[in-house]
C-alpha cells in the first residue's frame, strides 16, 4: 500500500499560508460544533519516528481551545496499565461526549512495540487487529468520530532526521539506541505496519497516509482531511447519526436458551451447607493464593431479581477472598459524570488488576435489563449490546489471560413477594425496600422476557452464565463459591 | 508512651464470643446509619510487621457490607503516585459521602519508609505531622469522622511470628530481608514512631494504641474502640456537627492588600508586545526543557473577571510548553461525583505530574469566589477556606518542590461592559455571554469585595498572586508568559 504515496510532494510557503489560515479557523469553529452537537472526537496521530507526531499535533493544537481537548502521549504502559488488559489504558483515555481526544502514538504503536515485535507477529497481529477493531468500531457506533493519520517518510530521510536531532543538545536524549534499531529494521516493519493500517482502515475510523517529507505539506494534508472529516460529519443530523448506526447494526448472536428453576435448592439444609462451604473455603485460600502468584484476574458478576440475596452472597463470598485482592463494585445508575462516557466505560475503569478479583454488584447487563425495559437507551441500542457485550468479554478475556464468571440468581415470583413482606416487617431491612421494588415487580414478566433473552445470547464459552437457585440462600451461597472454585482452577 | 501498654493482655475464648457478637451487629448497623448521615469514615490500621494488620482488617470487614467501603492496602507507590506530591495518593482514595475507606497500612508507614528513614529524620519527621495533619484535620472540618489503630507487639513476639511466618509456604514469601532489617531496628524505630504517633493524636483523628499480643484481646479491642467512637459520631445530630465544625475554626490568615488596576497596560502598543512575546517563547522553550529535565512540576492558576480574557490567554501560554507535558484543566461547578467529596479533592486529583504543567482555567478559589457569593456552601466553609487553601498550596509546593503562580485577570467594569456588547454582536463569540454573564455582572461590587479578601488572605511567598492588567490584551498575554518564566526560575 505504501509503494502507492509519492514522498517527494512539497508546498511552497506562500501556498501553504493560503491553503492553512481557513483550515485552521474551519478546525476551531469545528471544536465548537462538535461540542454543541456533544460528540465526542477521536484524532490519532501515529507514524515512522522522528516523521513529525510531535510537531503535527502542535500545530493541530494551535487551533484548538485548550479547554475542550486532552493530547495523550502515549508511551510505555505504566504500572497500572500493565496490571490490566491491553486496551484498558486507551478506553479510559476515551473523551467524554463533546471532548477532543488526542493520542500522539496509540494502541497502534504499543501494540507494535508490545506484541508484535517478536517471532509470530502474524498470529498476534490478527488478534490485534481485533480488538483494536472492537474497540474502534463500538465507539463509533455510540456515536464518536475517530479519525487516524499515519505520517510516512522513507527510510534514507529517517536517517537524516535522527541524525540532525542527535546534533542538537535538546533533543539528543530523544535519540534512544531502540530508536535506531527500529530505523534499521525499517524494511521488516514495513510489511506489518502496512498490512496493520489495511485491515484496521474502515470507513468509522479511516486512515490517511500522510507524505510527511515536506513539513508543511504533512501540515497541511493533515489540517485539509482533519476539517473535512469533521465537516462531513458535524453537517450529519443527528438523525442521520442514528440511522447510520442503526444500518451498522450487525445481526445478534446465536440464541442458546438457558434454563433457569429456583426451587432446586430447597431440599438442602442450613446445616449440610455449612459443612460443604467449610471446606470449599480451603480450597478457594490456596486458590486465591495461586491467582494471585501467577497475576490471573478474575471477574464475577452478580445479576438477579430484587431480594435474590446478591448482597448476602457477596458478603459472604468475599469473606473467602483476601481482602487485599478484591474490590465490590456497586453498581447504580450512571452518574452525569459517566454518562457523558460510552456505556461501558464505567465498567471497564474497574477491570481487576493482575492477580486480584473484581466483583461486580450489578453490572453491564443494565443495558439489556433495566436500561431496555424503562426506555433508557434506543432499541438499536441493546440490541447492539449483546454482541459488544460478549466482545468486551471476550477481549477481556483474552488479553487478561483472566476468568470472568457471570451469577444470575434465580427466586421465584412467590418468594420475592415472601422476601418484600418479611423485610417490610424487619425494621432492620426496611431500609432494602422501596416503591421502586414494588414497581419493578409489576414488570416482572418484561424482566423474565429481557432475563431470557440477555442469558441466551451471552452465555459464551469464555464467559458463562451460572444460574443459581436462591430459593434457599443458603445453598446459594455454597454454590457461588463452589462455581467460582471450578471455573477459577480451569485458569491453572 | 509506648511502655504504658501491657503487652500481656489476653481474653479467653468463650469472653471473646460473648463481647465480639454484639459488637459486629452494632458496626453492621452503624455502616448503614452513617451511610444515611452521608458520613465519609476514615479508618487506620498501623502497627510492627507481623502485628496482625491483615488480620485485624479482615476481622473489621466482615461484618461491613462489601458495596460500601473500600479497602486500600498501601504499599509502595506506583508510577503515577511516584510523579507526585506524597499526600496526592491518599487524597485520592478518601471516601466519598456516606462510605467507608480502610487503609491497612497508611501515609504513616509511607513517610516512614519513604520519609523517615534515613539520617536526620527528626526535621523530616516535623515537615511530616505538619502536612499529615493538614489532611486529617481539613477532612474532619468537612465532616469526615478519621480513627486511627497501631496494633502494638514486642520485639520478641514480632521475631516468633517472622519465624512461624517463614515456616508456612503460604506465607514465606512476605517475610522479605527488608522486613528482617526492620525487626533489627526495633529499638530505633520505637522512639521514632512513639513521638510521629504522639504528634499526630487529636481529637479529630484520635490513636487507639492496641495491645496485640494476643490476637483475639486486639480484635476485641479494635471492635470496641471502633464501634464507640462511630457511635458517639454518628448520634452527634448533622446540627451539632456543623457547630463543632465552626468551633474548630481558626482564625482567618493575615490580611495584606494587593493592588488592582486593569488600565495600566493601555499604553503598549500590540506591535510592541507581539516582539516580546518573540523573544520570551525562546527563554520559555528552554526553562520548559529543564522543568522536565529536572522532574519539576508547575501550577498555573487563573482566575478573573467574566470576558477578561482567560480563554485567550491560556490559549497563547499554552502554545509556548511542550503539548505534551501539560493539561489545561477547565474548571465548572462540581458534578454530582465531585460533590461527594472534599471540595479540594477534584483539583488535588489532577495536580501536575513530576516535570509537567498544570493550567486551572478557574480552581479551587471558586470557594471563596462563586461558592461564597452564591452561597453553595456556608459562611463556616468559606470563611476557613483561606487557610485550607494556603496550607494545601503550602504542601504542593513543599512536597513536590514545585512551583505555582496565581494570575487574577483584572479588567475595569466599562471594559467588560464593551466586551459583552462585542460578543453580543459577533456571530462567531455570541456563545461566550450567557445570561449568567448578565447576572454576574449586577453582583460587581460582591465580588469585587470578595476578590480584594481572597488576594490579600491568600497571597503567599510560596503561591503568589499576580494581578495581570487585562484591559489590554496583547499585554496582559506578554505579562502572563514574563511571570511565569520569571516564577519557574526560581526553582532551578
Redesign the interface.
Known amino acids: 500500500m505504501f509503494e502507492k504515496y509519492d514522498l517527494t510532494k512539497t508546498i511552497d510557503e506562500t501556498n501553504f499560508e493560503k491553503a492553512i489560515t481557513p483550515l485552521k479557523q474551519r478546525l476551531a ?1 469545528l471544536q ?1 460544533t462538535l461540542r ?1 452537537l456533544n460528540i465526542p472526537v477521536i484524532i490519532v496521530i501515529e507514524g515512522w519516528n522522528a516523521a513529525g507526531i ?1 510537531m503535527s ?2 500545530e493541530i ?2 487551533s484548538l ?4 481537548f ?2 495523550n ?1 502515549t508511551d510505555n504502559a ?3 496499565e500493565r496490571a490490566r488488559p491491553f486496551m484498558w489504558r486507551f478506553w479510559t483515555k476515551t473523551p467524554s461526549k463533546g471532548r477532543i481526544a488526542l493520542f ?1 502514538r496509540s494502541w497502534y504503536s504499543r501494540a507494535l512495540a508490545e506484541k508484535l515485535s517478536r517471532i509470530g507477529w502474524k498470529k498476534t497481529l490478527k488478534e490485534e487487529i481485533n480488538s483494536i477493531t472492537v474497540f474502534e468500531r463500538q465507539l463509533s457506533d455510540s456515536g464518536a468520530i475517530i479519525i487516524k493519520f499515519f505520517l510516512h517518510i522513507s527510510k534514507e530521510e529517517q536517517k537524516l532526521r535522527l541524525l540532525e536531532r542527535e546534533r542538537n543538545p ?1 533533543t539528543a536524549w530523544l535519540v534512544t539506541p531502540r530508536i535506531w534499531d527500529f530505523h534499521h529494521n525499517y524494511e521488516t516493519y514495513l510489511p506489518i505496519i502496512d498490512e496493520f493500517i489495511e485491515k484496521t482502515d474502515s470507513d468509522y475510523a479511516p486512515w490517511h497516509i500522510i507524505e510527511a517529507t515536506d513539513r508543511k505539506y504533512a501540515i497541511f494534508k493533515v489540517y485539509s482531511y482533519l476539517v473535512k472529516h469533521l465537516e462531513k460529519h458535524a453537517a450529519a443530523t443527528t438523525e442521520d447519526r442514528a440511522r447510520k448506526a442503526r444500518q451498522k447494526t450487525i445481526s445478534r448472536p446465536p440464541k442458546n436458551p438457558v434454563p433457569r428453576r429456583s426451587s432446586a435448592s430447597k431440599s438442602y439444609s442450613k446445616e449440610e451447607c455449612q459443612d460443604q462451604l467449610a471446606s470449599l473455603q480451603i480450597e478457594m485460600l ?1 486458590l486465591n ?1 495461586i491467582l494471585f502468584k501467577r497475576k490471573i484476574p478474575f471477574i464475577i458478576v452478580y445479576e438477579g431479581w430484587d431480594a435474590a440475596g446478591k ?1 448476602g452472597n ?2 459472604r463470598l ?2 473467602y477472598i483476601n ?2 485482592g478484591y ?2 463494585l ?1 453498581v447504580s445508575a450512571p ?4 454518562s457523558q462516557h460510552h456505556y461501558l466505560w464505567r465498567f471497564i475503569r474497574h477491570y481487576p488488576k493482575a492477580g486480584h478479583f473484581a ?1 461486580y ?1 450489578r453490572s453491564w447487563y443494565g443495558r439489556v435489563l433495566v436500561e431496555r425495559i424503562e426506555g433508557y437507551c434506543s432499541e438499536a441500542e441493546w440490541q447492539r449490546a449483546y454482541q459488544e457485550i460478549n466482545e468486551m468479554e471476550q477481549d477481556y478475556v483474552e488479553s487478561s489471560r483472566g476468568g470472568i464468571v457471570k451469577f444470575w440468581l434465580e427466586i421465584s415470583r412467590e418468594e420475592q413477594l415472601k422476601r418484600f413482606h418479611q423485610r417490610e416487617q424487619d425494621p ?1 431491612k426496611q ?1 432494602k425496600i422501596t416503591e421502586e421494588d414494588w414497581r419493578n415487580r409489576e414488570k416482572w414478566d418484561l424482566y423474565d422476557a429481557a432475563v431470557d433473552e440477555m442469558l441466551a445470547r451471552t452465555n459464551t464459552p469464555y464467559a458463562p452464565w451460572i444460574v443459581i437457585e436462591s430459593d434457599n440462600k443458603w445453598y446459594a451461597r455454597v454454590k457461588a463459591l463452589r462455581e467460582v472454585i471450578r471455573h477459577a482452577e480451569k485458569l491453572l
Not at 65 to 68: F, L, T
Not at 335 to 338: A, I, L, M, T, V
Open positions: 469553529i465548537r454543541d510531535t499535533t502542535k493544537i494551535q481551545d485548550p479547554r475542550g486532552t493530547l502521549a505504566n504500572d497500572e500522539a535538546l490456596e493464593y448482597g457477596i458478603t468475599a469473606r481482602p487485599l474490590n465490590v456497586p452518574n452525569d459524570y459517566e466483583i454488584d432492620l431500609y
